[in-house]
């Protein structure tokens, strides 16, 4: 018999760590097959489950806002991610993480129990959450707008983000609680999306720095105007300075900002490779445990095989999809190195126009007077920027071997094809 509590009838059930729900629906949502722990938790009989919409479980508590992110994923084909309260039918309540995604002819679902310490967290957003929904009559998507944020708050950049550091942090929680030894591919994949938010966060103080770095040869230009005529050389290796400045900014801006932000990108692909590989691993379980339910009366012979064929393929579906998400991710990371190589080479370009500006202003004591703050401050900046990049290209070269590592022939779930 499974270990799992009933705690009272209207409240909240607990299932055990070792089990796992799964439910399958069409494109519209109605159940098609599911196992024996999403009927027990659930507390419906097959025949009234099969055909009904999947919402018949769907908990009031839960705010309408996460639900509209929720189905937004899946329709776009990708997996989603989320904690769910679910509720039986005696009135009582469950949750779960559920991951889910597309699959041939609608939605494919796997549940576990959560303990990790995002689950406390997101219970108290959900339930500020859905008193707004009641108080302020939000919209599904104003109130989707506003877990966003507050998921935004809680230092996430994306949902997608959220998502990812969820599904891990409970497989490794779970694996604590089965006294499992730790999965090596959902740590590495963990890590390196660590690896990538100190990239981003390296990006940004680049581009800040650019920011100052480019506004400095005007300064220069407006105080060799003031020196003429022995200011006419210093104003026009500021020109040069400002020109080649904003083309490393222009560069810069390139693979940092927007859609074009390599790093960003990086993390999507990861992101996704993580809860593909993740969900992926659960199916496996899924498999066995499904197989091994020989006394389960509602199967025959016949749909328990079909059955077994659709995980199958769920399950090859995310490897795949896995690998070459993880494939894209190291294309951007070969892109990324380069890109940092020829902005270094760049701003080799740009200190001996900056020691030209030097040498020159010490040329008479008015010009090294008027120059000397500015050029020194042009020395600080461009000291900074050659630090931050230096470190960008140090984190590239990191991600790129991560990377390489994790699509290795040791990781089976995630081996290059």
């Not at 210093?234 to 932000?261: A, D, T």
């Not at 120059?371 to 900046?381: G, K, P």
């Amino acid at each position: 018999m499974s270990a799992f509590s009933d705690l009272a009838e209207g409240g909240e059930a607990e299932f055990a760590f070792s089990e796992l729900i799964y439910s399958r629906t069409c494109t519209r949502g109605l159940i098609r097959s599911g196992n024996s722990v999403f009927r027990r938790m659930a507390g419906i009989p097959w025949a009234e489950l099969i055909g009904a919409p999947h919402r018949v479980i769907r908990h009031p508590d839960m705010p309408k806002g996460f639900f509209h992110l929720f189905w937004q994923m899946l329709k776009a084909g990708e997996p989603a991610v989320g904690y769910v309260k679910n509720k039986k039918a005696d009135g009582g309540y469950y949750w779960v993480l559920a991951a889910a995604m597309p699959c041939e002819g609608g939605y494919f679902s796997v549940r576990l129990r959560p303990s990790g310490p995002l689950f406390a967290q997101i219970r108290s957003e959900y339930a500020a959450l859905r008193e707004r929904e009641k108080t302020e009559g939000l919209t599904a998507e104003a109130s989707s707008q506003i877990l966003l944020s507050r998921l935004n708050a809680l230092g996430f950049a994306s949902y997608d983000a959220f998502a990812a550091q969820a599904l891990a942090v409970e497989i490794r929680s779970r694996d604590l609680q089965l006294k499992r030894p730790v999965d090596r591919a959902t740590e590495a994949l963990a890590s390196l999306l660590s690896l990538l938010t100190e990239t981003l966060s390296e990006q940004a103080r680049l581009v800040a720095q650019f920011s100052d770095l480019v506004l400095l040869p005007v300064n220069m230009r407006l105080v060799a105007a003031r020196l003429e005529p022995q200011g006419g050389p210093i104003s026009q290796i500021s020109v040069n300075y400002k020109s080649s400045s904003e083309e490393i900014s222009r560069r810069l801006s390139e693979f940092v900002s927007g859609k074009g932000n390599l790093c960003g990108q990086m993390a999507i692909a990861v992101r996704r490779s993580l809860i593909l590989a993740g969900t992926s691993r659960l199916q496996g379980e899924l498999v066995a445990l499904y197989q091994s339910e020989r006394d389960e009366p509602d199967f025959d012979g016949d749909e328990r095989r079909v059955e077994g064929q659709v995980l199958e393929g769920v399950i090859r579906d995310s490897q795949v999809s896995a690998r070459v998400s993880l494939k894209e991710a190291a294309r951007l990371a070969s892109v990324l190195t380069e890109a940092s190589m020829d902005l270094r080479r760049m701003i080799l370009g740009l200190d001996t126009i900056r020691i030209l500006a030097r040498v020159e202003s010490r040329k008479t004591q008015e010009s090294q007077a008027a120059l000397t703050a500015t050029i020194d401050r042009i020395d600080e900046v461009q000291a900074s920027v050659s630090e931050s990049l230096k470190a960008l290209m140090d984190r590239a070269t990191a991600i790129d071997h991560a990377l390489t590592m994790l699509r290795g022939p040791e990781r089976q779930v995630l081996a290059a094809e």
